[in-house]
């Protein structure tokens, strides 16, 4: 499920408890700097076969809007690669 891998993702990139990450969290209440944000859209787009680009999480609030976020991106691949 993309959720549990966004999660995984992000508890490991930013170092922080897996059980803080839930989707209600807010983005913002995970310390990172810049590096921390492009590591993680590596991350993501490595293990979940997506692309993003990291100007797209300046508009991300919790960690659900980056799991809709991937799940869209992912979507969009699948459908282009399907034609």
């Known amino acids: 499920m ?17 059980e803080t990450v839930t989707l209600e ?8 700097d810049s590096l921390d944000l492009i590591e993680l859209v590596i991350a993501i787009q490595e293990e979940l076969e997506v692309d993003l680009d990291p100007k797209e999480l300046a508009n991300v609030v ?9 799940e869209a991106r992912k979507s969009e691949r699948e459908t282009a690669e399907s034609t």
């Open 25 to 32: 969290a807010q983005w913002q209440d995970f310390e990172h």
């Open 62 to 70: 919790t960690i659900a809007d980056l799991v809709r976020l991937v």
């Open 2 to 18: 993309i959720q549990d891998r966004v999660v995984g993702i992000i508890a490991e990139t930013l170092g922080a408890p897996r």
